[in-house]
């Protein structure tokens, strides 16, 4: 692969890539990989950059991070003035070009908040849009329905308005005590106030004292013999408890926290964020990705862009130790660097055990190979962050807050653990089921399955097109489609018939590998016609099955063998799941080429029915407008970048318009003006 260099001589990628790594400053800042088309592939941060951008091209790396380097023909490089810097830069440089080897918070960008807000009558909102517009946000929370929720139990509680325009009269809400109409009567500004630091209150995690003063008006009602308000009271209580119910951690303080946690295995990430609010856990988010650079500079990436749009900030924020990926980064007896020398109202619960010989030892030596590396430490990110957020960033070393990150680093390994299990189980019931079927089918072996599905209406443009299965999952790259050439009509046996002969007698031909199971849509009639084929004129005795679709157009029996017969198979087995997912997927791929090849049929008899359209004319006029449909919506101006002049070009739009071109339409559209 050559590379046009910038004084016009020719070289080598791997030269140039060679003159700049011998140039590059003992500096921090970003470096930005580039591929073979010039194209942003990977943005990373680094403290020392001559370091970290050299080990991409030394040394041996994982699958995932190979993957990457082989496809980096060039780089360029930001310096910047701490590390700090970086981190922003590198955020602002993701969120920008969007590298494909990048973490991406393509979801966590739209988590959904509560909002109140900045109105002279506030309103209580969801929303995942967060603007600088002197509102309350809180949140962020994990889902839609956990937001909804909150916002509905608020609602009850909390008499602030709810109609998005002022109504011109008194609503039901105001009968029920939920609103202050102020549609009516004037409210005070303080009134609205007092309900803002409430809610902030509650969603801070301070529902028990609020619980407490419904519990207090609930008795005052059941005594005044207010039932049906001390009713409402305890409802509004059961659901605060319903709300709040999943706490498994507390701390002494009441201090506000995200405490960050993540695990790696098989190139794959997860990241575990832990929301503490007045002391209490009220909610998790999990995030799991694969990644391709270093496991903690990625990880600071995700940390740094979920912050970079986020306004609800919390106190304090606790992250786990850069130790190496082949450590056990969830037991709480490993050690974890501090950004600082720690105050004691920073170590939560200290009565943890200090750091041992061995432990300061081992954290020494993973900071030095983090910085020999170039990468950003554990210490150096928190730092960086700290400074950039203003809140507290701790990695904390012992105590409480190391336990809470531990857990955090504990959830991301426990749904790492489960996300490759449900894979193996997947991969071992699929291939489960195709030993199954094939023991039902009385095959000794069944490993590979080849599909048919024919497409047509009403004889046009028939398709057929086949899936593979090997060991019961789909093989997409040996999916082949099928024009029909020599079947006139919807004769679906002679289509068969076609499609088996031309499939098979280049699978002699070129060697191809055999298949263990033929499939056909359909029953008695396709199966005779494919096993006619196979034996009488190739020579092939390759089992041949047929599936029969019900009145409702789903998979109701399996037909095998010349006569065919029914295979007893229950429609609640794994074998039966297989050969509907076989069928769904053949007939899926089979009716996209019909549709794609129907609508060139249809783009083309158009085109070629006009007088002057010939097959080059054509060709560049869907190459230039990209589709039918932006022919028809052109202007006569549109045609002349072409060389189409303005009566050619009204006789293409009288056309693809359905008009006449001799019509009096015709005529205006030939005299159009030519638009500016």
């Known amino acids: 692969m050559l590379w046009q260099a910038g004084g016009g001589e020719i070289m080598d990628y791997m030269d140039n890539i060679r003159n700049k790594l011998a140039l590059l400053p003992d500096l921090p800042g970003c470096y930005l990989m580039k591929n073979e088309e010039g194209t942003i592939i990977y943005v990373g941060k680094a403290k020392v950059l001559k370091n970290r951008v050299r080990s991409y091209f030394t040394g041996s790396h ?69 603007l600088k517009d002197k509102a309350k946000y809180f949140g962020p929370y994990p889902n839609a329905y956990a937001a909804h929720q909150t916002k509905k139990l608020l609602d009850r ?80 209580i059961i659901h605060i408890d319903a709300l709040m119910e999943k706490q498994n951690i ?20 997860c990241v575990q964020i832990l929301y503490m609010r007045q002391g209490k856990m009220i909610q998790r988010h999990s995030s ?75 954290r020494e ?24 957020l203003g809140v507290k960033v701790l990695v904390p070393r012992r105590g409480l807050k190391k336990q809470m ?36 089918l009385g095959l000794d072996n069944l490993n590979r399955i080849e599909a048919f599905d024919n497409s047509n209406i009403q004889g046009t443009n028939p398709v057929s097109a086949m899936v593979v299965f090997i ?75 047929g599936i029969v679709k019900d009145d409702k157009h789903k998979t109701a029996q399996l037909l095998i063998g010349d006569p065919p017969e029914p295979v007893a198979l229950g429609r609640d087995s794994q074998e039966f799941y297989l050969l509907q997912r076989i069928q769904d997927e053949v007939h899926r791929f089979a009716i996209t080429f019909h549709r794609e090849q129907r609508g060139k049929s249809m783009v083309i008899s158009k085109l070629d029915s006009i007088p002057g359209i010939g097959d080059k004319r054509r060709k560049l006029l869907l190459k230039h407008f990209g589709s039918l449909k932006k022919i028809k919506e052109a202007s006569i101006e549109d045609f002349r970048p072409l060389s189409i002049g303005e009566k050619l070009a009204g006789q293409i739009l009288a056309a693809l318009r359905d008009e006449d071109p001799l019509a009096p339409g015709a005529a205006e559209l030939e005299s159009e003006p030519a638009s500016e």
Request: with cysteine.
């Open 62 to 130: 994982n699958g995932k991070t190979q993957r990457l380097v082989a496809n980096i023909v060039d780089f360029e490089y930001i310096v910047t003035s701490s590390n700090m810097e970086a981190l922003i830069l590198e955020c602002n440089l993701i969120k920008k070009h969007m590298p494909r080897y990048n973490v991406l918070l393509k979801d966590d960008k739209t988590f959904p908040y509560l909002k109140i807000t900045n109105e002279a009558h506030p309103r209580l909102e969801v929303t995942r849009r967060v």
């Open 157 to 236: 509680m909390y008499p602030l308005r709810k109609c998005g325009v002022m109504p011109k009269e008194i609503c039901l809400y105001y009968h029920m005590g939920q609103c202050l109409a102020p549609c009516e009567k004037e409210v005070p500004k303080s009134a609205y106030e007092e309900i803002t630091q409430s809610i902030a209150g509650f969603l801070g995690g301070g529902h028990e004292a609020i619980k407490k003063d419904l519990q207090k008006k609930m008795q005052e009602a059941a005594e005044e013999l207010y039932f049906e308000r001390a009713k409402e009271l305890r409802d509004q």
């Open 250 to 269: 507390n701390t002494p303080d009441t201090r506000d926290r995200d405490v960050f946690g993540y695990a790696v295995d098989k190139g794959w990430m």
């Open 288 to 362: 799991a990705f694969p990644f391709y650079g270093e496991a903690y500079s990625d990880f600071i990436s995700y940390v740094t862009q979920y912050y970079s749009d986020n306004p609800a900030l919390p106190q304090e924020i606790l992250l786990p130790d850069s130790l190496r990926e082949d450590s056990v980064l969830y037991q709480s007896a490993k050690p974890v660097i501090a950004v600082r020398a720690p105050a004691e109202e920073d170590i939560l619960g200290s009565e943890g055990a200090p750091e041992s010989p061995e432990d300061a030892a081992e």
């Open 365 to 388: 030596a993973a900071s030095l190979e983090a910085a020999a590396a170039g990468v950003v430490d554990a210490a150096g990110g928190a730092a960086a962050l700290q400074e950039w």
């Open 405 to 440: 990150v531990g857990m955090a680093c504990q959830n991301g390994k426990v749904a790492l653990d489960e996300k490759f299990r449900l894979i193996e189980r997947d991969e071992e019931r699929t291939s489960g089921a195709a030993i199954s079927l094939g023991l039902s």
């Open 471 to 545: 060991d019961g999952k789909p093989a997409r790259k040996e999916y082949r489609k099928y024009k029909v050439r020599t079947v006139q009509g919807p004769d679906d046996y002679e289509t068969m018939r076609e499609v088996i002969r031309r499939r098979y007698e280049r699978v002699l031909k070129e060697d191809l590998p055999m298949p263990d199971l033929i499939v056909v849509d359909g029953g008695k009639g396709q199966i005779s016609s494919a096993i006619d084929i196979l034996q009488n004129e190739l020579g092939l005795f390759i089992p041949v099955c």
